[in-house]
């Protein structure tokens, strides 16, 4: 964490481009404390800058603005018109030019100001499938971790998430729990489909007739039309898999094409390439539990897929079969969605309003999406995610206290709240 953010707070961090705003500095920690008096402050726009540059100064002596401020009691207060869209560096200086704290605003314009981060996982396994943790251990670690959502989707079972919907309905935890399953075709084959958001089990229904419903599919494949290489019969079966999914209100996440299992990939590519061109899933898994290559070759196949003017929405997810940081793939992947509220998450992004992170213990947080939404997320996980991760470990361990006695519910609610004060404040919804 940077010793700015572990110091002091910067009051609202995000803004709305276009506007003048009243950003409010305070120091909150007894070593390092604004004595009283008059300062500089050197605004410096990132991307556009908002004085013409003079062509005859070297870059490092150009001109920025500097404003004159004052701290009285801990506090400096000033407005500024963050004209464009980008991160604004504030460069706190003594009356002498001696550079003391550097702190950072981001302006984003209309469509997105106002929205929330919400970070998650839609790809999780649990004891009720092949994973090794509980479902009240898998939430509670998320949680912890600073997740806002989650999907769990245990191979060919729904039932454990209606499960953990239920064990934390009467808790306010802020953490949202969508129901979820992994879809296969049969035992754990060749198809993997990841029902987010649906209302009933599609692995059910599928497995209510199987054979009934491959001779069915075989038959219709036989109508099917396909370039040659392609598995008509596959494609079939995956067609009725996603649009079950969408019939029960859930969105289909294709993922991990380039897993490698018995030695090849898990889909061919020629295969992933048409089907994600015919629109047949909502959501593509960018990164996700696989090896660091095999995730670079999903994000070159979805870069393709947009040079050829197919931009589909993504998320990161794990694949994780275990909740204790570094092992399995715990942690390590994850979705940042940008949304009006918990509830439009899933509408975020179908809206292409979510980028994939990957955050490695120890490494700076790599994030793969579209270029302007991954500039917010970068500033995000630097300045927003350490702080508000210091409430939600809090927030994990009592949930995990609920789940084993059922108390602390008004503990959980309390520090929520500071969670959530702590969140609007940063984003600019309430002043301090």
Known sequence: MRNENRFFTVFPSVVKAGETTEITISSIHE???LKDGTYSLKVVPKEKRDLPRNAALKILDNTFHMLS?????NTITFSYPFMDEQEYRLILMAEDGARLYDFSV???????????????DLHMHTVCS???GTIAQLMTAYREMGLDFVCLTDHHKYAPSLEAI????DVDSGLTIFPGEEVHNEHMGYVHIVNFGGSYSVNEKLEADYEGLCKKLKKEAEELKLPEGINAFDYALRKWICEEIRKSGGKAIYPHPYWTVCDEYHVETDFSMYTLKQGMYDIFELIGGCSVNENQLQEAMWQELRLQGVDMPIVGSTDTHDYLPGTSLFGLYGTLVFARDNEMIPDAILDRRSVAIETIAGETP?????FRLLKYAIYLMEHFYPVYETY????????RAYAENGGCKEAIALQNQKAQMYKKQFFGMIQK
Do not use: H, N
């Open 31 to 33: 070593k390092v404390q």
């Open 366 to 370: 790599r994030v793969a999406g579209s």
């Open 392 to 399: 939600t470990r809090d927030i994990g361990a009592l949930m």
């Open 69 to 73: 401020v004052t701290a009285k009691d």
């Open 166 to 169: 239920k064990m934390f309905q």
């Open 106 to 120: 981001y302006a984003l314009k209309g469509d997105l100001y106002g929205t929330m981060p919400y970070r998650g």
């Open 130 to 132: 092949d994973g090794k």
